[in-house]
């Protein structure tokens, strides 16, 4: 379940990145809402575009055959958070929801700050409004895009890549000196080089969000798997490491830089380079799956 959900959150940011471009493109000839023309109420609305299929398809995706052949013979066992710190799962939950975390820190720490950084860009800073949040859309778009194709390289990496551990470097080691590289040098320098720095950031870091979902369900047994992914993806991923944001905007504050937009995109490349960092060390500790098949 958590790789189709991702799979529909890249193709549904590249939907909504698209309406974003045609939201601030075309918002007078949109009709007015709450008496106003403004593009991220058009934006919001468009949310509904990838969300509707999503509610439609989801009731109908297969369940796990492990999972309903248990179920069915009466054998499937009732799941316990608790039981995810037993001794002999206790590290993976652990260090697992660190890592999600530390993927989550670099996607809302660095990435999702690069719409108010590119404004500041020489070949923007002087645009009219408009112009400035088209070329935003623009560069969330190759953002998606860059996502979008880790998800794919990743998928087909891991049947050809024994070891999950080697998996993961393939995306954590040049993103650790890549993506803090986009924020720290091409955010305040070129338009041209954060357009693709931004696309390789987004192809590395959002394939790691590809990699768990292809990791935890072989670290668990059937009935655990789904509540050792939610407590990674949520706990860890979603609840710790979404306070990345909150942490680059204070960092923000103390940083040099001759702008607002200099000194967030200097803190977006320590924060990147901090949680890149930590997840690249921590990943030395990652159990390998003991089998390439599903745990019963």
């Given amino acids: 379940m958590l790789g189709y959900t991702q799979a529909f959150s890249s193709i549904g940011g590249l939907l909504i990145s698209a309406a974003y471009y045609l939201s601030v493109t075309y918002a007078t000839s949109l009709p007015a809402v709450i008496g106003s023309h403004a593009p991220w109420r058009y934006t919001l609305i468009s949310g509904l575009i990838p969300a509707i299929p999503l509610m439609l398809i989801r ?22 958070i608790l039981e995810l710190f037993q001794p002999q799962y206790r590290k993976t939950t652990l ?84 993506v803090p590289l986009v924020f720290f040098y091409a955010a ?21 969000f590809s990699f768990w979902g292809n990791y935890l369900p072989r670290v668990y047994p059937t009935h655990l798997r789904g509540t050792g992914e939610s407590f990674a993806a949520n706990i860890g991923g979603r609840m710790i490491g979404t306070s990345a944001a909150l942490l680059t905007t204070q960092l923000a ?33 990652l159990p390998e799956p003991k089998q390439d098949k599903l745990p019963e």
């Fill in 59 to 80: 009731p109908f995706l297969p369940e796990s055959p492990a999972w309903q052949e248990q179920k069915s013979h009466g054998t499937l066992q009732r799941p316990s």
């Fill in 95 to 178: 260090l697992t929801a660190f890592m999600f975390a530390c993927s989550y820190g670099a996607a809302f720490g660095a990435i999702q700050h690069i719409p108010r950084i590119v404004p500041g860009l020489p070949q923007v800073i002087h645009l009219a409004r408009p112009l400035q949040e088209q070329i935003v859309s623009q560069v969330q778009g190759l953002q998606e895009m860059g996502g979008l194709l880790g998800r794919f390289i990743l998928a087909f990496l891991a049947i050809r890549i024994v070891s999950r551990r080697r998996l993961l470097h393939v995306f954590q080691f040049p993103g650790l000196f890549l």
């Fill in 188 to 208: 305040t320098h070129d338009l041209g080089m954060v357009k693709v720095g931004i696309f390789l950031a987004g192809m590395l870091t959002v394939a790691q």
């Fill in 253 to 285: 504050n103390t940083m040099p830089g001759g702008t607002s937009f200099a000194k967030l995109a200097y803190s977006a490349a320590a924060v990147a380079l901090l949680v890149y960092a930590l997840g690249y060390l921590a990943s030395f500790w």
